[in-house]
């Protein structure tokens, strides 16, 4: 089966512009999630989806960060103005129903840089 | 709160030699506990999950992990490690009721020299 797909690969961008991420998941798969990853650091969640809705954003900086999956489908995650401390890699997963005993498949992510 | 720590930043191990990556966790109830291994520039790749039953779990690449409730640690192991093993890997922990939220270490970089 094909894998999470992202794009794109690399982003570099000044403060204060803006930004998009896309992601496809695995076909079929119901649950999608955002993590930021800085360096140095494990993988933290932004924001994950149950088909189209929201299960939790707790952690995305709403005042700049948003994200959409309208279809139930593939999913966007913006940041506008960026900053930067958000200088991070951008990871895409998705899991068959989001259980908690399901692995969670993860795309290769999107570098991003801020000068 | 969940938490997951991982008290070594690199281990290093002849290759050849058995492997152990430590991971020490904190969640309220039961845990869902999670290896994952990520080369460079490249996602997180699922390597083994605990969820009930044995204590020792196995999983990808000749990897395995046990299970400690009382010392609440879940260590990953391998008898003879690679060259190919040099990574990054992290443990992540679950709860097990609801949606799965998992909690991250911060990883421990693995270095098997020739």
């Known amino acids: 089966e094909a894998g999470v797909a992202q794009s794109p690969r690399y982003k570099i961008i000044e403060k204060r512009q803006s930004v998009a991420f896309w992601c496809n998941p695995i076909?079929?798969?119901?649950?999608l999630y955002w993590y930021q990853q800085i360096l140095g650091q494990g993988p933290k969640l932004l924001i994950q989806?149950?088909?189209?809705?929201?299960?939790?954003d707790s952690q995305l900086p709403k005042d700049r960060f948003s994200a959409e999956r309208l279809k139930g489908v593939d999913s966007t995650l913006k940041i506008q103005p960026a900053k930067l401390e958000d200088s991070a890699v951008y990871l895409c997963a998705s899991s068959q129903t989001g259980q908690p005993n399901q692995p969670q498949h993860f795309g290769d992510g999107t570098r991003l840089s801020i000068l | 709160a969940q938490s997951v720590a991982q008290p070594e930043d690199q281990v290093n191990v002849a290759e050849g030699n058995p492997l152990t990556v430590k991971c020490t966790y904190s969640v309220s109830g039961n845990p869902y506990l999670f290896w994952y291994v990520q080369y460079p520039n490249r996602g997180l790749q699922f390597l083994l999950k605990y969820i009930t039953g044995d204590n020792l779990v196995k999983g990808s690449y000749g990897f395995e992990a046990e299970f400690n409730k009382s010392q609440t640690s879940f260590h990953l192991k391998k008898p003879s490690a690679l060259v190919s093993d040099s990574a990054l890997y992290f443990c992540a922990v679950s709860s097990n009721t609801g949606f799965q939220k998992l909690v991250f270490g911060t990883g421990t970089r693995l270095l098997v020299s020739p």
């Open positions: 989806f149950q088909n189209n809705g929201v299960v939790d």
């Open positions: 076909s079929g798969h119901a649950t």
